[in-house]
């Protein structure tokens, strides 16, 4: 705090100072109290302050900590519930192959049973046409 001395001062006998400066004035020096220079407690004091900025620091990180491990939780789930998904696109997928080689395989029975039809009714027409038209 600054206290700013009159330009002139009325001394005791009534005379009058001037070009009084300005000077730094403590706190303790308006209540008129001593302040000691170097008092013990004041480290004590100096860590107290240091804690309790530390603490609100290490609970933020506490916080960053849990919204971290909170995200990756989330992360984690959601790549379980793709595999989850993957997984179950496989076996459906898997299902569709096997009821696709079923059905090729059927397939194939037919063409075969289609095949041995058609080579029985030529050798049948073939019988026959050798009857109607004899030997050639």
């Known amino acids: 705090m600054l206290r700013r001395g009159l330009t002139s001062i009325p001394t005791r006998s009534g005379e009058v100072e001037e070009g009084v400066k300005k000077r730094r004035v403590e706190p303790s020096e308006l209540i008129g109290a001593k302040v000691a220079d170097n008092r013990p407690g004041e480290e004590d004091e100096l860590k107290i302050v240091e804690e309790k900025v530390r603490l609100p620091t290490h609970n933020g990180e506490e916080e960053m900590r849990k919204m971290a491990a909170h995200l ?16 179950k696109g496989k076996a459906e997928l898997d299902n569709k192959v096997a009821r696709l080689k079923a059905n090729l395989a059927k397939e194939g029975k037919q063409l075969e049973a289609l095949k041995a039809s058609q080579k029985v009714e030529i050798n049948e027409l073939t019988a026959e046409t050798r009857k109607m038209y004899g030997r050639w």
């Open 72 to 87: 990756m939780k989330g992360i984690y789930l959601r790549v379980e519930e793709e595999k989850a998904e993957l997984v």
